[in-house]
């Protein structure tokens, strides 16, 4: 079964949350899924439990497992016909008025309990989902569910967890995957998908994401979903707090984009995974500071790796008044072609006189390769930074420089190895290195670049990098419309005013041509009065023709009639 990592997220919490239950639920137990069309979820509920559907979409072979509709909507099955009702992201592609209607079905027809697994509306959410409607429009593509959701309205978390307590349900909802993530998600889905068909791409990435599923799936807020339990017995009643928080580690997103893990912020490992990662090389004496990191200055400490898959580095640090400390501190892992891992840390929780460990995946191969790690201080001032505690003697192998120059130092410092069993934590896709994938978004951001004429930054961060380009065509999609409208404007005789606002001009033009054809309209009705009156006069002139013809007749034979009654008397008084 082919699934997306979306739809993962959306049916692995309701098979946790079943898995909470099996304890309670009796021997032969069943689950409706309603709006479940094709029936995925099936392959996620636990034994013994059996599986039925309900959908608007008929199935074109019989299904044993389909649920029909009747005419008015619901349901075709009796009350309290199933142990659970299951919804997963349904409720939201019903029309407002509507969804009330759907909730009461959802306490009909279940005797233990109802989950719901829906998107709920912030206003994030919906400025995250119009700009990816309005990606796929710029390509001619409408995106149907994006459209309903946007259409509809995403259901709020209030107006679902009111419903059900004004009706006598208990309800607790939590939250389900973080919504910065799957917005990023969403954006690689539309690049490797809709921009190049490149459907190899997302399946190796939705495969990776979904076998290491408890790295990325983070439910931490703001979420784009959230589960809602109801329990319809009190045997039934459970914690969902206690079953997510046994069910999967929690990870804060990071300031760039979780899925963008070939080369940002994966700082957390599961030790069924990774083993504890093992100390390759340390420097530890030394009782003298370089002085404080202050921008614009750069620290760059270059090494050559004498051992493979570095995964780790720490630092010795030092503060000068640890309570005023302001701003952030980047540190950037790299070679001659590829940067590894990039991340940013708040001054403010750094401590004094210790070592701060910076963690990334293993970079496969890294034994003989020449590394260079960067600090770089930001938006920090004089006495409110930090600095690095150092030996000032050479060390063979390492060279460090602040801002290109040579210092002659030794960081006090630990690089961290992670020495792989055969098969284990290996980041490939498909026998690819995991920092092959950040190749592969750059060669589709930058073929993305060249097909649609945009600026393309190759030391841009990727998360930056995908956003600009997307802003760029935007802009160039709204120039483009821009100079259609107004060139349409141009051969129509009317001129436009001087704005960038597509709308504001399309209105305008819209405008115009309805008052065109009001004109026209009334100029046409007055052509048909006029076409009336002259048939009309046509006619009156017709008939007063036609009866000075008959007149003039008339008077004719009355003349010819009189002449010859004049003649004939004549004739009668001489004959006399």
């Known amino acids: 079964m082919k699934l997306s990592f979306d739809q993962y997220q959306r049916f692995q919490p309701v098979k946790t949350l079943l898995e909470s239950l099996l304890s309670q639920l009796p021997s032969q137990w069943n689950v409706l899924d309603i709006g479940g069309h094709p029936g995925l979820l099936e392959e996620f509920i636990p034994s013994p439990g059996s599986y039925y559907y309900c959908d608007i979409i008929t199935p074109q072979e019989r299904d044993e497992r389909f649920v029909p509709l009747t005419g008015k909507g619901s349901v075709k099955a009796p009350d309290q016909s199933f142990d659970i009702v299951v919804s997963i992201d349904t409720l939201e592609h019903l029309p407002p008025v509507e969804r009330s209607r759907f909730l009461q079905e959802t306490t009909r027809l279940a005797k233990a309990a109802v989950i719901l697994n829906t998107p709920v509306f912030s206003n994030t959410a919906v400025q995250f989902e119009r700009f ?44 389900q995957n973080n919504l910065v993530m799957w917005f990023h998600y969403m954006l690689l889905q539309f690049l490797g998908n809709t921009q190049f068909n490149d459907t190899h791409f997302m399946e190796k990435l939705d495969r990776f994401l979904i076998q290491h599923a408890s790295l990325f799936d983070d439910d931490s807020n703001p979420a784009y979903r959230r589960i ?102 980047l540190l950037r892992v790299s070679d001659n072609s590829t940067t590894y891992y990039e991340t940013s840390f708040p001054l403010q929780k750094f401590t004094d006189n210790s070592f701060l460990e910076w963690r990334f995946p293993p970079i496969i191969h890294s034994q003989n390769k020449n590394f260079k790690v960067e600090i770089v201080p930001r938006q920090t001032s004089a006495g409110k930074s930090i600095t690095l505690w150092m030996d000032p003697v050479e060390v063979p192998g390492f060279s460090l420089k602040i801002n290109e120059k040579p210092v002659k130092a030794m960081p006090l410092l630990k690089l961290y190895h992670m020495p792989l069993k055969e098969g284990e934590a290996r980041f490939f896709l498909h026998e690819k290195k995991y920092h092959d994938l950040q190749s592969s978004i750059r060669e589709l951001l930058h073929r993305f670049a060249e097909q649609n004429n945009l600026s393309y930054s190759e030391n841009q961060p990727i998360l930056s990098l995908m956003q600009n380009l997307l802003k760029q065509h935007e802009k160039s999609h709204i120039t483009s419309i821009r100079n259609r409208i107004i060139e349409h404007a141009r051969q129509e005789g009317t001129s436009l005013p001087a704005t960038d606002d597509v709308n504001h001009l399309l209105n305008t033009l819209i405008e115009y041509n309805r008052e065109i054809k009001l004109s026209n309209r009334k100029q046409e009705e007055r052509i048909q009065s006029l076409e009336l009156q002259n048939h009309f006069l046509n006619s009156l002139c017709n008939t007063l023709l036609s009866n000075i013809q008959k007149t003039h007749h008339n008077f004719l034979e009355d003349a010819r009639s009189l002449k010859e009654y004049i003649v004939q008397k004549r004739h009668n008084q001489e004959e006399e």
């Open 132 to 175: 990816l409607n309005n990606l796929y429009l710029s390509k001619g593509i409408v995106h149907d569910f994006l459209a309903e959701h946007l259409n509809y309205q995403l259901p709020s978390r209030q107006f679902i967890e009111e419903w059900y307590q004004q009706h006598s349900f208990k309800v607790e909802s939590y939250p």
């Open 228 to 329: 809602f339990y109801i329990p319809l017995k009190k045997q039934y009643d459970i914690s969902l707090k206690k079953v997510f928080a046994k069910s999967r580690q929690h990870y804060a997103p990071p300031a760039m984009s979780p899925l963008l893990f070939v080369e940002n912020h994966l700082l957390k490992w599961e030790k069924t995974l990774l083993q504890e990662p093992t100390l390759g090389f340390a420097h530890l004496r030394g009782d003298q500071t370089l002085g404080e990191l202050l921008p614009p200055n750069t620290l760059q400490l270059s090494f050559e790796c004498t051992f493979p898959q570095f995964t780790g580095i720490s630092f010795y640090i030092g503060t000068f008044q640890h309570a005023t400390l302001k701003g952030e501190l």
